[in-house]
T-cell receptor, first 115, second 115 residues
Framework: EAGVTQFPSHSVIEKGQTVTLRCDPI?????LYWYRRVMGKEIKFLLH????????ESGMPNNRFLAERTGGTYSTLKVQPAELEDSGVYFC?????????????FGPGTRLLVL | AQSVTQLGSHVSVSEGALVLLRCNYS??????LFWYVQYPNQGLQLLLK??????LVKGINGFEAEFKKSETSFHLTKPSAHMSDAAEYFC?????????????FGSGTRLQVQP
């Protein structure tokens, strides 16, 4: 079974540009999460989808970030316009959705560098 | 609100020595706890999790952790370190009763294993 995949693995953009990150969860997983790790600090929660609906977006830093999950399959996270402080590693995770304490399976992350 | 403190951003042990990575949590509701590991250029992999069953949890690769409510701790141990254990380790906490699935992570501990 394929794990969580993320694309691209690395992205280098200039301040003010737009970047779109993609996440493909494990097949059949209703829950999809985005997290990010900035500057070697702790990994922080951004938002949680259940199928195509945003269940919890309390961690989204500002309105420059837009997450979508059309059709309840893959998800995209767009940053527009990107700022220097957006640099970091963006992780996607998925879980099946049966119980609250179930394991979240993480992808390899997208390393974003904003110059 | 929840928080996680991982004492020691870097830990170095000799091959064959005991590994002890410390994690203390704060949670106003019953927690569930995870240890994840990130090997170089890979995503986060689940080592083990505590979900209110047995307080001593055994994970993969010989690791185990003990949930101690009185000490609000969930330290990770391995009796004998192997070179392949060199990685970054993350402790994370989730809230059992709130319905939110967001995990709160510690800042990570990088384990170095000396030959």
């Amino acid at each position: 079974e394929a794990g969580v995949t993320q694309f691209p693995s690395h992205s280098v953009i200039e301040k003010g540009q737009t970047v779109t990150l993609r996440c493909d969860p494990i097949s059949g997983h209703d829950n999809l999460y985005w997290y990010r790790r900035v500057m070697g600090k702790e990994i922080k929660f951004l938002l949680h989808f259940v199928k195509e609906s945003k269940q919890d977006e309390s961690g989204m830093p500002n309105n420059r970030f837009l997450a979508e999950r059309t059709g309840g399959t893959y998800s995209t996270l767009k940053v527009q316009p990107a700022e220097l402080e957006d640099s970091g590693v963006y992780f996607c995770a998925s879980s099946q959705g049966l119980v609250i304490q179930e394991t979240q399976y993480f992808g390899p992350g997208t390393r974003l560098l904003v110059l | 609100a929840q928080s996680v403190t991982q004492l020691g951003s870097h830990v170095s042990v000799s091959e064959g020595a005991l590994v002890l990575l410390r994690c203390n949590y704060s949670s106003s509701v019953p927690p569930y706890l995870f240890w994840y590991v990130q090997y170089p250029n890979q995503g986060l992999q689940l080592l083990l999790k505590y979900t209110s069953a047995a307080t001593l949890v055994k994970g993969i690769n010989g690791f185990e952790a003990e949930f101690k409510k009185s000490e609000t701790s969930f330290h990770l141990t391995k009796p004998s370190a192997h070179m392949s254990d060199a990685a970054e380790y993350f402790c994370a906490v989730g809230a059992m009763d709130t319905g939110r699935r967001a995990l709160t992570f510690g800042s990570g501990t990088r384990l170095q294993v000396q030959p």
